[in-house]
């Protein structure tokens, strides 16, 4: 079923496609990260948002360390092919720093500014 | 001024950094386009968004021929420093195919549906 939309997306040189997630009922971008065809196929099939680690060179399906997991409610795909929106719900918070979404740095006359704090502590969503 | 945060985001190998482009008030996720440094200092220089085309490898000031232009509310950069944020308001439409935004293709039971019709004529936005 999904083979469809695996031949629509266009990946790039390294098998990759961007994808950002977006909390579905806020509208709060929530982070950017990436996916092979079978992060894809996988969050498809199992509605949890799997995205490939090109830091760790594996799947890696989001909360399975922190337990902040997101669900896909829609998964959409630009005009040309080669980025992908998912809308989510999020469990908890999104970043690995403990905020709810990674972009808490603004630009203002130039400089890096953070406007938002973490909501729970880092430590606690990686230790066991 | 802009020094500062041109150190601070980390553009790939390519000299490219992805930057998301959202509707400021409304929450749109408008479209993903790329910058390299010279973009990112022309769109805060100029608060007009300016991208890095990798098709006609030139800058790309946003509207330039189709008037649709974006002007830059807010900067943001991820935790990793190499994926930005863009709040903007979008004048007209953001996307070539006439439509709002370029997320116009859901994947409902793995196969693509469009979900957003054009709001203007593509052929009136490149004609002169």
């Known amino acids: ?6 031949s629509t997306i266009k990946f790039d040189a390294a ?12 509208g709060e971008v929530l982070m950017m990260a990436w996916m092979n065809r079978d992060a894809v196929a996988e969050t ?5 948002v799997t995205y490939w680690s090109r830091a760790r060179a594996k799947l890696w399906r989001k909360g399975e360390t922190s337990g902040q997991e997101q669900n896909l409610v829609e998964m ?20 690995h720093t403990g905020r709810r979404n990674c972009f808490f740095t ?10 938002a704090k973490p909501l729970v502590d ?7």
Chains 1, 2 share one sequence.
């Open 1 to 6: 079923m999904s083979d469809d939309i695996l």
């Open 76 to 95: 959409r795909v630009d005009c040309d092919g080669d980025t992908l929106l998912l809308l989510v719900d999020q469990k908890g918070v999104a970043c």
């Open 122 to 128: 880092p430590k606690t969503l990686y230790e066991k």
């Open 15 to 26: 098998g990759l496609v961007p994808a950002i997630a977006q909390q579905h009922d806020s």
């Open 44 to 48: 498809l099939r199992t509605r949890r």
């Open 106 to 115: 603004a630009v203002r006359d130039g400089r890096p500014v953070e406007i």
